[in-house]
């Protein structure tokens, strides 16, 4: 068994407002298994279509998964959908009846007569308890193929793949499985990378273990997604292990992470580890790195506050920064941009100060500093330990932000990060 | 023509870490024409999956859209998928080489020959100009259904959409019409809403011109999209116009937009429009109000700035809020949410000010003050018009602070929309 389909029945996921998002968890469960997904299919609540739709994933895949269409409605066609393509009865099953009663009677109500749909089960299939709705799934094997049957609710369909699905599909997909790794990257585009990791992990492609590689690039990072399949899982790890390895030190200190840490999370764990702490000030940005650098739990430990500085008042006043800086420089400027790090380290008492001023647009660019001009400042342990830089960024003001953002961040890292800190 | 299908191509659609949302933008486009959508799939590069998909598509669906596959490398599979499908010759289309020869010397390059493939075009078909890729789109009317075949960037393929797909459809759909309208809640659940609106709603579905109705939730916020179909313009608007208007007096003040504005713009519309200026000061948002109110275009004229005041020592020093509050009441308190909001409208001299103090987990709550335990206090344009609200807002610590957020705009919204001032 080495192909499968994923069908989400449900006409409201036919419409502009939703899309089927159980399918990437079920595809990643299904590739840890070593199981292609080869084509996956949103179908309305219409029997003929939803028939049709099985019928064709029947012909070709070996594993077909389904979400959705198993509640107690007439809209819930995917039980009887499932009967009629594998030609079985559907038979109500008194334990599955017996288990949803129990589910009204605990809150203190009685079962209406409509669930009673969902304790039918065609001949041949196994119920697969579900403990956070009424809904039971369905396994059910076919003509040498399987068919798994799951409700929609991401909450309902999740534990049960884990609890029921994994391990039966386990036992019939053999010892094999996938390992991956994840390399994270900031600070270079996604070509860059490409240049350099593309000569490393085309040689894996045909090595006797064989690591497959995906580069995805968000605004401001890249991954390197590595995964090899096999049997021996300390083979495999170790093959990984290997390949992180060659591929980190190519790329050098780009890579922020190798395990899944995301960019935030690094720089708290350095300012922990080298009991520092730090404040920004925030002006194009508006308040988003701090936004970012909260979201980290327990940040009140290493951030001690800012000070969003959007009226110049605010940086001269509350930031220290000079108007004869403001009026010689202009406020997007590096000596403004030193200042404001410097003035909010000060002023909040932090081990690190980092100052962001740029013009995120629509308006305010200039010939000389376009829309996408962001100056960014990190200084500290001590205020002569000054690192800033002007960048160019692309896109418009919500990229412009993310990017200043992420830029700002990297920057702390490295910063905290270095030798002297370390 | 009332039914479509959309097939997306392309084996990385299938991977755990993409999906497809062409088919989001396609799906109102066609409902815009009243076209139903009945299912969509994402088929991998792979030719006897995708043939079965348009076959089965082409046997249910009057419409078939495909997107991506169109490329030039061996695994761009749609045109021939297409052409086999159709049972069409493919002949190579001269203006179409043209046309991308021409496109790579602007560049100055000669055009490689791999991209002859995409001049090659099944008899009958025309093609569809495409001007930001190398790759045409297909048009084709086979067996009384409609093939339309676009690329997959959506850059590329929504002008394309616009530009040439949607008249030849609405040639072909007639003079039928959807007609849509939105109305933005704020401050009420999901379920007290369509209590309140299920009512009014549900006698439209058997109106002379229905209404259809869709309710979607996200945190803290509740949508009514409504629309209607059919061919008098003007009467589908005043049918929509009246039951727009019929919902917004029933659910009163909680209504803030009915014009697709988002809610940090009604807000930025309402300052602007008194004149007014907003800073606020975030511990546990930490900055996140400050980044919803600054992703607004223009907002340094109505916001002053904010701070972050995560450590106890920065309110104190930096917002005036009183040692002795903060230890006779606790961080997370009432009185000091109103000190903050006090002090952070004095130190950045705006019209109001805004406090958020609160407990967004995952450690730090008490029994008294558990996870989720929020306080938001506006102040303004006086020191004494203060509105304070503690609440507890559900979930992990990112829809926490989402929730605070939220709440906090929405009384922002309250407050410079109240009478007094507007």
Known sequence: ??????????????????????????????????????????????????????????????????????????????????????????????????????????????????????????????????????????????????????????????????????????????????????????????????????????????????????????????????????????????????????????LGSAVYSTDGRDLEQVVADRLLALGATVAAAESCTGGLLMGRLTSVPGSSRWLTGGIVAYDNSVKVNDLDVADSTLSEHGAVSEPVAVAMARGVRRRMRATFGIGITGIAGPDGGTDAKPVGTVVICVCGPNDDEVVVKTVRLPGERAMVRRLSVQTALDMLRRACGSPDYN
């Not at 029997?47 to 409605?73: H, K, W």
């Not at 009846?97 to 009673?116: C, H, L, Q, Y």
């Not at 999740?158 to 609890?163: A, I, R």
């Open 1 to 250: 068994l080495r192909s499968a389909e994923i069908l989400a029945v449900g006409s409201e996921l036919l419409t502009p407002f939703r899309t089927d998002t159980n399918s990437l968890l079920i595809t990643s469960r299904l590739n840890d298994l070593g199981v292609e997904v080869i084509a996956k299919s949103v179908v309305a609540d219409h029997a003929a279509t939803l028939q049709a739709a099985l019928r064709l994933a029947l012909s070709r895949a070996d594993i077909v998964v389904t979400s959705g269409g198993l509640g107690p409605t007439d809209d819930d066609l995917t039980r009887d959908a499932i009967a009629a393509v594998a030609g079985r009865e559907q038979v109500e099953q008194p334990s599955v009846v017996a288990a949803i009663e129990a589910r009204f009677a605990s809150r203190g109500w009685k079962m209406p007569e409509n669930n009673r749909r969902q304790a039918m089960v065609p001949v041949g299939a196994d119920t697969l308890d579900n403990p956070n709705g009424t809904a039971p799934g369905l396994w059910l094997r076919h003509d040498g193929r399987v068919i798994v049957a799951l409700p929609g609710p991401p909450r309902e369909m999740t534990p049960m793949w884990d609890t029921h699905v994994a391990p039966r599909l386990a036992a019939l997909t053999g010892a094999g499985m996938l390992r991956r790794r994840l390399i994270k990257i900031a600070g270079r585009g996604e070509s860059h990378v490409d240049e350099i990791a593309a000569p490393i992990y085309r040689r894996w492609t045909t090595a006797p273990v064989p690591i497959a590689t995906t580069i995805l690039a968000s605004p401001g990072q890249v991954e390197l997604h590595l995964s090899a399949y096999g049997e021996d899982r300390a083979a495999l790890d170790q093959v990984l292990d290997q390949a992180v390895s060659e591929l980190t030190t190519a």
